[in-house]
Each structure stands twice: as structure tokens, then as C-alpha cells.
T-cell receptor, first 114, second 111 residues
């Protein structure tokens, strides 16, 4: 089983729908992240959870709502999205409190908002 | 000025060529430098991880850091079609959670 698993792999949703993205890590890490990847842009950090506590919210619109029930699971709840929210959403994990711990990514959810 | 800048390419080379991928950064306090490789329809995976200046070699891959010019490079020797991917340079934070990523360079190795 891969270290970081994301579901679904693809998602098409209308602007009025509500959907959720799921992430699970099997690496024993204690920090989890949501990133947005758009063409020709650097990865954009959206949310960070350290030990299940949200420690960063990078001015993300409220139509994105994260949830971290435990150190292994992370969700991103989506509602009333806009077409410009179409992107690849990547989940990552790392070991918080360790200097320069690298990120381990899942394969992402390709989101299309119609 | 962006923290990390990377030429997006695309870069297309024949099989067997030597590839050079490059990034520049702005903060002289950065100490650690990473390269991620991202295949199509996959997430980024850590490829190389270096500390401070100098070279680090792993098989056909060499990561080089020149702190005096704030320049980081990834060299691929004897490039293979399986090296076709997007390569992202990344700098981990010395405080906080904000990794700094380049935009990625798309590489195609033609058989």
C-alpha cells in the first residue's frame, strides 16, 4: 500500500455541489497538508495540520473546509466552488518537529468544476 | 522577488543526453535543498536532498548547490525515456511549514 493515498483520483462537480476529498497516510507522520497545483504555478499551500491541530490556513476561501480527525486522515470539504478552483489537489505528510523533514505526497485528486 | 525561481521549460532532449535543470533562490539563510520528480498523473516524489553547498550523487543523478550564487542544479547523465517527467526544486522552511517550490521544469527524453 502506498504511503499517502488520496481518493477520489478524479472528480467533476458543478458549482452548487458539495463533495469531499479524502487523504490517508500510512507513514506514521504527524503533520498533514493540502496543496493546490495549477499549471505553470508553484505548489500552493492551503492548510497544515500538526498533531491534528490546524496550524496554517493560507487565506483559503471558505468554500474549502479542511478536517483532520486523527494524524492519519485528512479531508477537504468542497462546496459552491468556482471554475477557477479546477486543479490538482495534493495531500502530503511529514514528521513535524524534525528539521527539514521532506514532504511525502499522494497522487492527488484532479478536480474539474463545471 | 519570488523565493525560488525555476525555468518551466519545456525541455526536450534525445536519449543519452546530459540534462541540466536549474533553480535560483533569494534567501541566503536556506540550508537544505530538494528535488522532486513528478510523473504525469502522479504526485511529486522526493528524488534528491542536499545540505549546504557542494554535490551529491545518486546513480545517474547529481544535485549541486552553489550558495555563493544562490543557484541549485540537478544533472541527469545518460538520460532515459523513463526520466520524462516534471522536476520541481523545493526548499524546506527553517521555521514554520511553508516549503518554497519552483514552478517545475517539464522534461521529455526522446528515444
Amino acid at each position: 500500500e502506498t504511503g499517502v493515498t488520496q481518493t477520489p483520483r478524479h472528480l467533476v462537480m458543478g458549482m452548487t455541489n458539495k463533495k469531499s476529498l479524502k487523504c490517508e497516510q500510512h507513514l506514521g507522520h504527524n503533520a498533514m497538508y493540502w496543496y493546490k497545483q495549477s499549471a505553470k504555478k508553484p505548489l500552493e499551500l492551503m492548510f497544515v495540520y500538526n498533531f491534528k491541530e490546524q496550524t496554517e490556513n493560507n487565506s483559503v476561501p471558505s468554500r474549502f473546509s479542511p478536517e483532520c480527525p486523527n494524524s492519519s486522515h485528512l479531508f477537504l470539504h468542497l462546496h459552491t466552488l468556482q471554475p477557477e478552483d479546477s486543479a490538482l489537489y495534493l495531500c502530503a505528510s511529514s514528521t513535524a518537529g524534525t528539521d527539514y523533514s521532506p514532504l511525502h505526497f499522494g497522487n492527488g485528486t484532479r478536480l474539474t468544476v463545471t | 522577488q519570488k523565493e525560488v525561481e525555476q525555468d518551466p521549460g519545456p525541455l526536450s532532449v534525445p536519449e543519452g543526453a546530459i540534462v541540466s535543470l536549474n533553480c535560483t533562490y533569494s534567501n541566503s539563510a536556506f540550508q537544505y535543498f530538494m528535488w522532486y520528480r513528478q510523473y504525469s498523473r502522479k504526485g511529486p516524489e522526493l528524488l534528491m536532498y542536499t545540505y549546504s553547498s557542494g554535490n551529491k550523487e545518486d546513480g545517474r543523478f547529481t544535485a549541486q548547490v552553489d550558495k555563493s550564487s544562490k543557484y541549485i542544479s540537478l544533472f541527469i547523465r545518460d538520460s532515459q525515456p523513463s526520466d520524462s517527467a516534471t522536476y520541481l526544486c523545493a526548499i524546506p522552511p527553517h521555521t514554520g511549514n511553508q516549503f518554497y517550490f519552483g514552478t517545475g521544469t517539464s522534461l521529455t527524453v526522446i528515444p
